[in-house]
């Protein structure tokens, strides 16, 4: 999985299905419109799975919030976490 920064600055996980799957224990779909897509990307931020259109939906329009990065940490953690004992590659990209 590939880990970099949205527009506003939060932190970004792009994953597979399979990868989602197995990183958040959900479903590897999108949390907003429930559909699956060949990318799903993870926002610690908002503890959500977003497909590719509602993933630019959300970056286009979010805002960062400073005291929201106590919440990014704690999601991020977990995920990253989960990522090292499912042997899952992280590559943090821009
Ligand atoms: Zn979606």
């Given at each position: 999985m590939k880990k970099f920064k949205s527009d506003c600055g939060y932190i970004v996980y792009e994953t597979t299905p399979r990868e989602c799957i197995e990183i958040t224990?959900?479903?590897?779909?999108?949390?907003?419109?429930?559909k699956t897509d060949k990318v799903i990307y993870l926002v610690p931020v908002l503890n959500h799975a977003f497909c590719q259109k509602c993933y630019d939906d959300w970056n286009g329009r979010a805002i960062f919030y400073e005291d929201d990065l106590w919440f990014e940490e704690f999601y991020a953690r977990i995920w990253e976490d989960m990522a090292k004992r499912k042997k899952i590659d992280l590559v943090e990209i821009r």
């Open positions: 224990n959900g479903f590897g779909i999108c949390d907003m419109c429930a």
